[in-house]
Nanobody, 124 residues
Framework: QVQLVESGGGLAQPGGSLRLSCAAS????????IGWYRQAPGKERERISC????????YVADPVKGRFTISRDNAKNTVYLQMNSLKPEDTAVYYC?????????????????WGKGTLVTVSS
Protein backbone atom coordinates (compact mmCIF):
# COMPACT_ATOMS: atom_id res chain seq x y z
CA GLN A 1 0.00 0.00 0.00
CA VAL A 2 1.39 3.35 -1.06
CA GLN A 3 1.40 6.09 1.52
CA LEU A 4 2.73 9.62 1.26
CA VAL A 5 3.11 11.74 4.36
CA GLU A 6 3.88 15.45 4.23
CA SER A 7 5.44 17.29 7.16
CA GLY A 8 7.23 20.51 7.95
CA GLY A 9 4.40 22.96 7.56
CA GLY A 10 3.59 25.62 10.09
CA LEU A 11 3.66 29.34 10.65
CA ALA A 12 6.41 31.42 9.10
CA GLN A 13 6.99 35.13 8.88
CA PRO A 14 7.27 36.88 5.53
CA GLY A 15 10.80 36.44 4.29
CA GLY A 16 11.24 33.30 6.34
CA SER A 17 11.88 29.71 5.36
CA LEU A 18 10.36 26.28 5.79
CA ARG A 19 11.33 22.87 4.50
CA LEU A 20 8.57 20.46 3.65
CA SER A 21 9.15 16.73 3.54
CA CYS A 22 7.24 14.06 1.66
CA ALA A 23 8.04 10.62 3.01
CA ALA A 24 6.87 7.54 1.16
CA SER A 25 6.14 3.96 2.05
CA UNK A 26 5.14 1.21 -0.33
CA UNK A 27 6.92 2.86 -3.23
CA UNK A 28 10.49 3.67 -4.18
CA UNK A 29 10.34 7.37 -4.86
CA UNK A 30 13.27 7.35 -7.24
CA UNK A 31 11.07 5.37 -9.64
CA UNK A 32 8.30 7.94 -9.51
CA UNK A 33 7.62 11.46 -10.59
CA ILE A 34 7.03 13.44 -7.41
CA GLY A 35 5.13 16.67 -7.45
CA TRP A 36 4.45 19.37 -4.91
CA TYR A 37 1.11 21.09 -5.20
CA ARG A 38 -0.67 23.67 -3.11
CA GLN A 39 -4.21 24.82 -2.60
CA ALA A 40 -5.00 28.18 -1.09
CA PRO A 41 -8.43 28.97 0.37
CA GLY A 42 -10.93 29.53 -2.40
CA LYS A 43 -8.48 28.57 -5.13
CA GLU A 44 -7.79 25.51 -7.21
CA ARG A 45 -4.91 23.19 -6.51
CA GLU A 46 -1.83 24.26 -8.45
CA ARG A 47 1.39 22.47 -9.19
CA ILE A 48 4.41 24.35 -7.96
CA SER A 49 7.27 21.93 -8.46
CA CYS A 50 8.13 18.42 -9.53
CA UNK A 51 11.10 16.12 -9.83
CA UNK A 52 11.36 13.46 -12.50
CA UNK A 53 12.08 9.80 -12.05
CA UNK A 54 15.75 8.96 -11.65
CA UNK A 55 16.38 12.71 -11.16
CA UNK A 56 15.93 13.45 -14.85
CA UNK A 57 15.15 17.06 -14.25
CA UNK A 58 13.00 19.28 -12.13
CA TYR A 59 10.36 21.90 -12.73
CA VAL A 60 9.50 24.96 -10.67
CA ALA A 61 6.47 27.11 -11.38
CA ASP A 62 6.94 30.82 -12.04
CA PRO A 63 5.29 32.07 -8.80
CA VAL A 64 7.94 30.31 -6.71
CA LYS A 65 10.90 30.23 -9.08
CA GLY A 66 14.09 31.37 -7.40
CA ARG A 67 12.57 30.84 -3.94
CA PHE A 68 11.59 27.16 -3.79
CA THR A 69 13.82 24.17 -4.48
CA ILE A 70 12.83 20.53 -4.81
CA SER A 71 15.23 17.72 -3.96
CA ARG A 72 15.25 14.02 -3.27
CA ASP A 73 17.02 11.84 -0.69
CA ASN A 74 16.81 8.31 -2.01
CA ALA A 75 18.31 6.82 1.15
CA LYS A 76 15.40 8.26 3.13
CA ASN A 77 12.87 7.74 0.36
CA THR A 78 11.88 11.35 0.87
CA VAL A 79 11.41 14.38 -1.34
CA TYR A 80 11.86 17.87 0.06
CA LEU A 81 10.61 21.31 -0.83
CA GLN A 82 12.84 24.05 0.51
CA MET A 83 10.87 27.27 0.65
CA ASN A 84 12.74 30.53 1.13
CA SER A 85 11.69 34.17 1.02
CA LEU A 86 8.17 33.18 1.90
CA LYS A 87 5.33 35.54 1.08
CA PRO A 88 1.81 35.76 2.49
CA GLU A 89 0.50 34.52 -0.84
CA ASP A 90 2.36 31.25 -0.27
CA THR A 91 -0.17 30.43 2.43
CA ALA A 92 -1.86 27.18 1.43
CA VAL A 93 -2.15 23.49 2.12
CA TYR A 94 0.79 21.80 0.43
CA TYR A 95 0.42 18.30 -0.99
CA CYS A 96 2.86 15.87 -2.49
CA UNK A 97 1.88 13.39 -5.15
CA UNK A 98 3.55 10.44 -6.83
CA UNK A 99 3.06 8.97 -10.27
CA UNK A 100 5.01 6.32 -12.18
CA UNK A 101 4.83 8.29 -15.45
CA UNK A 102 7.82 10.03 -16.96
CA UNK A 103 10.54 10.59 -17.89
CA UNK A 104 9.95 14.32 -17.67
CA UNK A 105 7.83 15.38 -14.70
CA UNK A 106 6.74 18.52 -16.54
CA UNK A 107 4.31 16.47 -18.66
CA UNK A 108 2.87 14.48 -15.77
CA UNK A 109 -0.31 16.40 -15.12
CA UNK A 110 -1.94 14.15 -12.55
CA UNK A 111 -0.76 11.88 -9.79
CA UNK A 112 -1.78 8.37 -8.85
CA UNK A 113 -1.04 8.84 -5.17
CA TRP A 114 -1.50 11.79 -2.83
CA GLY A 115 -0.63 12.73 0.70
CA LYS A 116 -3.07 14.44 3.03
CA GLY A 117 -1.28 17.75 3.00
CA THR A 118 0.47 20.08 5.41
CA LEU A 119 -0.62 23.63 6.13
CA VAL A 120 1.77 26.50 5.55
CA THR A 121 0.79 29.91 6.88
CA VAL A 122 2.90 32.95 6.13
CA SER A 123 1.98 35.87 8.30
CA SER A 124 3.52 38.47 10.55
Amino acid sequence: QVQLVESGGGLAQPGGSLRLSCAASGVTMDNYTIGWYRQAPGKERERISCISRRDRGTYVADPVKGRFTISRDNAKNTVYLQMNSLKPEDTAVYYCGADPSGPSCFFVVDMDYWGKGTLVTVSS
